[in-house]
Structures are given as C-alpha cells and as structure tokens.
C-alpha cells in the first residue's frame, strides 16, 4: 500500500520560512516523479513544485520561483519543500503527490497517481 505522509505545515509570519516534508513507502522512491501542490479554501487545487525522478530537473510555478525549493533523498524516500519569504498568499493545504517516471506533465493534477493527506501552511501578515 502506498503511503505519503507529509509534515511540517503550521503557522508562520509573512517573511518566515518553513520545510515541508513528504515521506513515501509501498513504492520504489527513486523511479517516481514528486511533486508539491496547494489549495486554497474555495479554490482548485495548484501547482507549486515538481522534481523529477533522476533528481536532476526541478520545476516550479512562477508564483514561488526564487521563494521555494523542492529537493528530494532517495536514501530516505522523502520529499522537502524549502519556503522562504512566506506570503499570506501562501497559506494553503500543501499536498505532495507522486507520479510514474513515465510520464513527463509535472503541472498536471491528472499526471500523478498518488496524493498525501496535506499539511495546512498558515502565513499571518
């Protein structure tokens, strides 16, 4: 059974940082895509960051680019995001999902198979 666990949401100030976490089990880590999303109440659920499953290439949403970092440890089967300069804006559930080295779409919600439950990132201005 599939498993991601992510941890490390909670309530910052704007201009604070924190690091997200998303532990993986039930696959083989290495050979899946990760990636990070976010919704916000009311709203569709988005893009924020995606690594791929070599490790090498990262991609991000423009909203967050120079803000977050998405990194992965195949050693530890598990996925961080690194927030920086946190906005209000930010304040969302934070979502990670995986998605098979087969496909190459690391924007689209459809391309991955599974999701984590989410951890609530509150930003106060």
């Known amino acids: 059974q599939v498993q991601l666990v992510e941890s490390g949401g909670g309530l910052v100030q704007a201009g604070g940082s924190l690091r997200l976490s998303c532990a993986a089990s039930g696959l083989s880590f290495s050979i899946y895509s990760m990636g990070w999303f976010f919704q916000a109440p009311g709203k569709e659920r988005e893009f924020v960051a995606a690594?791929?499953?070599?490790?090498?290439?990262?991609y991000y949403a423009n909203s967050v680019k120079g803000r977050f970092t998405i990194s992965r440890d195949n050693a530890k089967n598990t996925v961080y995001l690194q927030m920086n300069s946190l906005k209000p804006e930010d304040t969302a559930v934070y979502y990670c999902?995986?998605?098979?080295?087969?496909?190459?779409?690391?924007?689209?919600?459809?391309?991955?198979?599974?999701w984590g439950q989410g951890t609530q990132v509150t930003v106060s201005s």
């Open positions: 690594i791929r499953w070599g490790g090498g290439n990262t």
């Open positions: 999902a995986a998605q098979p080295r087969d496909y190459s779409d690391y924007v689209a919600r459809t391309a991955y198979r599974y």
